[in-house]
Nanobody, 122 residues
Framework: VQLQASGGGLVQAGGSLKPSCAAS????????WAWFRQAPGKERDFVAA????????YYADAVKGRFTISGDNAKNIVYLQMNSLKPEDTAVYYC????????????????WGQGTLVTVSS
């Protein structure tokens, strides 16, 4: 199983980015999907999670109303639409997958992408 994250970059505050996470060697619909982020010197924090069909979705309070997690079952890709970005959103963003749970805890996820850096300038 491989997860390949991409789509990070440098953006001004108030701007938007849409990182994606392409999955291979798995059946997309048997997994739950999540995004986490880790800022320099800080722990990895939960951002958003979804079941494969989008029926159950969780967001961290810090991103609720600004970020949207979604998946494309046909392409095996998970997206994180990020709007109204703030400097405090600056972090490496990681996608993750689990076959067993839909959770906010990083330890519940088995598979991880390599991360994509998002930098928001003020």
């Amino acid at each position: 199983v491989q997860l390949q994250a991409s789509g990070g970059g440098l953006v001004q505050a108030g701007g938007s980015l849409k990182p994606s996470c392409a999955a291979s060697a798995l059946t997309f619909s048997t997994y739950t999907w999540a995004w986490f982020r880790q800022a320099p010197g800080k722990e990895r924090d939960f951002v958003a999670a979804t079941d494969w069909i989008g029926n159950i979705i969780y967001y961290a309070d810090a991103v609720k109303g600004r970020f949207t997690i979604s998946g494309d079952n046909a392409k095996n890709i998970v997206y994180l639409q990020m709007n109204s970005l703030k400097p405090e959103d600056t972090a490496v963003y990681y996608c993750a997958a689990s076959r067993t749970v839909l959770a906010r805890a990083a330890g519940q996820y088995t598979y991880w992408g390599q991360g994509t850096l998002v930098t928001v300038s003020s």
